[in-house]
Antibody
Framework: QVHLQESGPGLVRPSQTLSLTCTVS??????????WSWFRQTPGKGLEWIAFIYHSGSASYSPSLKSRLSISVDTSKNQFSLTLASVTAADTGVYYC???????WGQGTLVTVSS | DIVMTQSPPSLSVTPGEPASISCRAS???????????LEWFLQRPGQSPQLLIYLGSHRASGVPDRFSGSGSGTDFTLKISRVEPEDVGIYYCLQALQTPLTFGGGTRVEMK
């Protein structure tokens, strides 16, 4: 059974960089032609797609976040990661990693941006 | 960006009765491979979204057959043939045809 688990700090200071990692189990991140995605759910914008990446490293980013965003993949650890720079309170929310566009989702990790 | 418009915003249903949710895209979700890249999710309180339907009409593994998806082009519908208490939550449609992937605003379903 495929399982995704997000990890990272729950509290980030304004203007700092948010870093999250998704650990994939039950399948190899390179075993099929899926992309691996990040979504978030914020009070201001609801559910929102952030970015996705293929195991090759080819990635696509949300235009509204692209200038602050980086996504990477580590096939040796079966993980993919997200960094979001210059965070503000508007970046507070639950961040999810997902295989493809829909299945399965990780349980989500709450990130709060606050001083 | 493809804009996804869901209706209604909320729905109050009697257990055992049917329910229907609509999702309209600002452009066709038909890919050149013949599939519509439209997904439906249910987010129960305190949980991650759960995939119900993919490619417009394909039920995801483990999803009860009371859930069905239909539609083509820009107009799609999620139907629940007989609503059960565990169907309470917020339903979302998502277009995965092109980036940025975009969601509908959600439909909150509650029991009468």
């Amino acid at each position: 059974q495929v399982h995704l688990q997000e990890s990272g700090p729950g509290l980030v200071r304004p203007s700092q960089t948010l870093s999250l990692t998704c650990t994939v189990s039950g399948t190899s991140i390179i075993s099929a032609d899926y992309y691996w995605s990040w979504f978030r759910q914020t009070p201001g914008k609801g559910l929102e797609w952030i970015a996705f990446i293929y195991h090759s490293g080819s990635a696509s980013y949300s235009p509204s976040l692209k200038s602050r965003l980086s996504i990477s993949v580590d096939t040796s650890k079966n993980q993919f990661s997200l960094t979001l720079a210059s965070v503000t309170a508007a970046d507070t929310g639950v961040y999810y990693c997902v295989r493809g566009s829909g299945y399965p989702w990780g349980q989500g990790t709450l990130v709060t941006v606050s001083s | 960006d493809i804009v996804m418009t869901q209706s209604p915003p909320s729905l109050s249903v009697t257990p055992g009765e049917p329910a229907s949710i609509s999702c309209r895209a600002s452009q066709s979700l038909l890919n050149h491979n013949g599939y519509h890249y439209l997904e439906w999710f249910l987010q129960r309180p305190g949980q991650s979204p759960q995939l119900l339907i993919y490619l417009g009409s394909h039920r995801a593994s483990g999803v009860p057959d009371r859930f069905s998806g239909s539609g083509s082009g820009t107009d799609f519908t999620l139907k629940i043939s007989r609503v059960e208490p565990e169907d309470v939550g917020i339903y979302y449609c998502l277009q995965a045809l092109q980036t940025p992937l975009t969601f509908g605003g959600g439909t909150r379903v509650e029991m009468k």
